[in-house]
């Protein structure tokens, strides 16, 4: 049994009697200071962001890679045997004469456009992962 005492004496230690016993430890828990500075929690935002910009990087070059191998089947379907792409060996002229006879042999096609599309988004990823490294400072 509860004295009238022990009450009061709780009264007087959280300010009424809902908050006491398990009530004071509860709303002690809502109002604690957080565990980890702004810093640190900015640090861990910047740290999410750059893994997304490296896995948006990924996936871009692995999307417009996938879509550049279907460019090269549509524009050896059209063009005759010796003047056919090779899918290994690529470098920028090889890619820039695979871009020109696209658009040659397909004016109304998309996935040149696709590409270049994917290119810029892998782009601007790189330059967020940079950021969130700390590459351009503070």
Request: glycine share 8%; aromatic share 10%.
């Amino acid at each position: 049994m509860v004295t009238k005492e022990q009450v009061q004496s709780e009264r007087d230690i959280c300010g009424s009697t809902a908050l006491s016993r398990f009530g004071a430890h509860l709303n002690f828990a809502l109002y604690r200071k957080p565990v980890f500075s702004p810093r640190i929690e900015s640090m861990s935002i910047r740290l999410l962001v750059g893994i997304a910009a490296v896995a948006g990087v990924s996936v871009c070059g692995l999307l417009s890679t996938l879509i550049s191998y279907k460019m090269v089947d549509q524009v050896n379907g059209k063009l005759p045997r010796d003047a056919q792409f090779s899918l290994i060996g690529w470098h920028f002229p090889k890619s820039w004469r695979l871009y020109r006879e696209y658009r040659k042999l397909f004016p109304d096609g998309q996935l040149l456009l696709q590409v270049l599309l994917l290119l810029g988004l892998m782009v601007g990823c790189v330059i967020i992962a940079a950021w969130a490294i700390g590459f351009f400072g503070r």
